[in-house]
């Protein structure tokens, strides 16, 4: 660091001076030792600028890095977490889970009938649509709570300590949000279905994600039902 550089050198520069004198007591050899201090202390100077310049490019590298590392985890639509941030935090939780015994709970959800939306509205009405959620998810999850597109229309959210029942309070809240908040499209509200799952013992990612998208599909299949 620049800080550390230039006492460096002008302590160098101090021994420089005190040697000549002690060693050369003749005024020839003082301008010498002045002279090679004044050599030094350019140096320093030199030395300085350079870790300054260095420090501040490193410090440019880092930052261009963690923003890179940042958007390789970002969906662009949504700014939601993508699949792979979504992936990267439910093995951490997954972990934190098995170690402290506490529950967590996952919830997959998509937007009912979102393939009509593209095919009569066009796609950037399916964009909107997406971006509508996207807004909803973000401001009624708690701020332990995570949220990622995993795809499509499709979307995760990850629940730490909690367990299914409350994981469908929170659910339901967002479903209701979007329900609400949500412009129509083509005269036809936003509706959201889901599924929840809760981690069991000795359940890894895959199972806990395939237990979600069971119990989403059971509620397509529920809905699809003719009412009695």
Same mark, same amino acid.
């Given at each position: 660091?620049?800080?550390?550089?230039?006492?460096?050198?002008? +302590?160098?520069?101090?021994?420089?001076?005190?040697?000549?004198?002690?060693?050369?007591?003749?005024?020839?050899?003082?301008?010498?030792?002045?002279?090679?201090?004044? +050599?030094?202390?350019?140096?320093?100077?030199?030395?300085?600028?350079?870790?300054?310049?260095?420090?501040?490019?490193?410090?440019?590298?880092?930052?261009?890095?963690?923003?890179?590392?940042?958007?390789?985890?970002?969906?662009?639509?949504?700014?939601?977490?993508?699949?792979?941030?979504?992936?990267?935090?439910?093995?951490?939780?997954?972990?934190?889970?098995?170690?402290?015994?506490?529950?967590?709970?996952?919830?997959?959800?998509?937007?009912?009938?979102?393939?009509?939306?593209?095919?009569?509205?066009?796609?950037?009405?399916?964009?909107?649509?997406?971006?509508?959620?996207?807004?909803?998810?973000?401001?009624?999850?708690?701020?332990?709570?995570?949220?990622?597109?995993?795809?499509?229309?499709?979307?995760?959210?990850?629940?730490?300590?909690?367990?299914?029942?409350?994981?469908?309070?929170?659910?339901?809240?967002? %479903?209701? %949000?979007?329900?609400?908040? +949500?412009?129509?499209?083509?005269?036809?509200?936003?509706?959201?279905?889901?599924?929840? %799952?809760?981690?069991?013992?000795?359940?890894?990612?895959?199972?806990?994600?395939?237990?979600?998208?069971?119990?989403?599909?059971?509620?397509?299949?529920? %809905?699809?039902?003719?009412?009695?």
């Amino acid at each position: 660091p620049p800080s550390r550089v230039l006492p460096l050198v002008s +302590v160098m520069v101090l021994l420089c001076i005190g040697l000549g004198a002690l060693q050369h007591p003749r005024g020839r050899h003082l301008v010498e030792g002045f002279v090679a201090a004044l +050599v030094l202390a350019f140096l320093a100077v030199m030395t300085l600028l350079y870790a300054r310049t260095t420090r501040a490019l490193a410090t440019a590298l880092d930052r261009q890095r963690d923003k890179a590392e940042s958007l390789a985890r970002t969906d662009e639509l949504t700014g939601l977490g993508n699949r792979r941030a979504f992936t990267e935090s439910l093995a951490s939780h997954i972990a934190l889970t098995n170690r402290y015994a506490r529950p967590l709970s996952m919830v997959m959800l998509d937007v009912d009938g979102f393939k009509s939306i593209n095919d009569g509205f066009g796609h950037d009405a399916g964009d909107d649509a997406l971006a509508a959620v996207a807004r909803i998810l973000r401001s009624e999850i708690r701020d332990p709570d995570l949220c990622f597109r995993w795809g499509g229309d499709e979307f995760a959210v990850l629940l730490p300590s909690t367990g299914r029942e409350q994981a469908l309070v929170v659910v339901d809240r967002i %479903a209701e %949000a979007v329900a609400r908040h +949500v412009a129509a499209i083509g005269g036809r509200k936003l509706a959201l279905r889901y599924g929840v %799952a809760e981690i069991q013992p000795e359940m890894d990612a895959q199972a806990l994600m395939a237990a979600a998208d069971m119990d989403l599909m059971a509620a397509k299949d529920a %809905a699809a039902q003719p009412a009695q």
